[in-house]
């Protein structure tokens, strides 16, 4: 049985309601507000900085209304974290009408700055079919995206999709590969899925597993 981020359960049978159902809810537990304001790009301007603290404090006491008026001219000028932020607020109707398409539009515009969780996001929405019609190649790419950037929740996500065929042949291998990496990266969930996985692969496939594990992680090290 395999736990997807936020423990629930999942039922290893492909395909199947069930699973899925769990899937989305864990998945949708994972688009919280993240703030890393060690992100900041060199070269950026204070005033696309001015109000973010504000913001964050305003939805930190829940003052929705507040945050999304700090944070969206900080979106509209740039700010990668602002525009995740604010595809969060749209996802969940925090301070705003719950609207997927324009979470969309913000995960989007995060995310082709690099932004790793809103890369993660946006590969959530496309998993769900929020916003777009459901699309797991395309989900596949942005965890891909974020998992490459290091997102220990990308690199998960990235394992249950190989569990699943979902977008990408099965392949128990490269669902160790993955899930080593997020373990590597301090998912405890990743940690107990990879234990039960190992009841299903042959000592082969397992040491085949950590070898190109061990390889992601060096040639990732380097950059």
Same mark, same amino acid.
């Given at each position: ?18 699973? %899925? ?26 005033? !696309?900085?001015?109000?973010? *603290? ?9 003052? +929705?209304? =507040? !945050?999304? &008026? %700090?944070? *969206? ?10 525009? *995740? ?17 324009? !979470? ?13 969780? #809103? ?16 699309? $797991? ?5 942005? $965890?891909? &995206? ?9 690199? +998960?996500?990235?394992?249950?999709? +190989? ?8 392949? +128990? ?16 969930? #990743? ?6 996985? %190992?009841?299903?692969? =042959?000592?082969?496939?397992?040491? %085949? ?9 060096? &040639?990732?090290? *380097? &950059?």
């Amino acid at each position: 049985m395999f736990s997807l981020i936020s423990s629930p359960i999942l039922c290893p049978h492909s395909g199947s309601q069930r699973g %899925e159902s769990m899937i989305r809810k864990s998945l949708i537990r994972k688009l919280g507000l993240i703030v890393v304001i060690g992100l900041v790009g060199a070269g950026a301007s204070r005033s !696309a900085w001015g109000g973010f *603290k504000e913001g964050v404090a305003a939805y930190k006491r829940k003052d +929705y209304a =507040t !945050a999304f &008026k %700090e944070l *969206k001219p900080l979106a509209e000028q740039g700010n990668a974290i602002a525009q *995740k932020n604010l595809g969060f607020m749209f996802f969940n109707g925090r301070g705003v009408e719950k609207n997927y398409k324009l !979470a969309l539009k913000w995960y989007r515009r995060s995310a082709k700055q690099g932004n790793a969780r #809103a890369q993660l996001n946006l590969g959530v929405m496309y998993n769900q079919g929020k916003g777009v019609p459901k699309d $797991y190649k395309i989900a596949v790419m942005w $965890y891909r &995206k974020s998992a490459e950037r290091g997102d220990a929740y990308a690199q +998960y996500n990235l394992g249950i999709m +190989y569990v699943y065929g979902w977008g990408v042949p099965r392949n +128990y291998v490269l669902v160790h590969m993955w899930w080593n990496i997020s373990s590597a990266n301090r998912n405890k969930n #990743a940690i107990r899925s990879r234990s039960g996985l %190992e009841k299903k692969m =042959t000592s082969k496939q397992i040491a %085949e597993a950590k070898g190109l594990a061990r390889e992601w992680m060096e &040639k990732n090290r *380097k &950059k």
